[in-house]
């Protein structure tokens, strides 16, 4: 059995690499696929990719890193603040069941306190992973947004012109699109 999986894993190693080479005077179609891929991998990579990438006069991406990590490890704090506050009331709620006086911590609280408290504090620990998920999906997301804008043209020569104008005692406006 252990044979055929090497085998196995051996020829799909070999049949994706006969396809990943490529030529390399061709450039890249769609360079939002790996930023997407880098942001996923890395939180921010995907941002430091583009911003590296970019030959505009626009100012690099390279400011979203620190905000990307600091929502993540907010979140993440939060995340093991509840965790752990949960635990105590859990702790707290099994001792008094074995007849153990209360802590002066939880002594405002009766048993039936002690439940509702632990499920407040669970539905806050899961409301933050699920910050943490968005915070995540987010980033990659801009990764691919931004790469998608690397190539976007925003030169002088794409404008619009807006004159007024009177054809048989009657004003309008005109608007004149100019494109390359």
């Known amino acids: 059995m252990n044979r055929l999986v090497i085998v196995c894993s051996l020829a799909i190693g070999i049949s994706f690499s006969s396809f990943a080479q490529t030529d390399s005077t061709s450039k890249e179609k769609h360079p939002y696929k790996k930023s997407m891929m880098y942001s996923a991998l890395i939180p921010g990579a995907g941002q430091i990719r583009n911003a590296s990438l970019s030959q505009k006069k626009i100012k690099p991406a390279y400011w979203k890193v620190p905000l990307i990590y600091g929502g993540l490890g907010t979140a993440g704090y ?103």
């Open 78 to 180: 939060f995340i093991y603040l509840n965790h752990s506050a949960q635990n105590n009331v859990k702790t707290e709620y099994y001792n008094r069941l074995d007849g153990n006086p209360p802590a002066v911590e939880w002594s405002n609280y009766d048993n039936f306190g002690l439940i509702a408290l632990q499920k407040q504090y669970l539905n806050n620990r899961d409301l933050f992973v699920l910050l943490t998920l968005a915070i995540y999906g987010i980033q990659v997301i801009d990764a691919g947004v931004e790469a998608h804008f690397l190539k976007f043209d925003v030169s002088d020569d794409l404008s619009i012109h807006v004159q007024p104008y009177m054809f048989q005692n009657k004003a309008g406006v005109g608007l004149n699109f100019k494109f390359r």
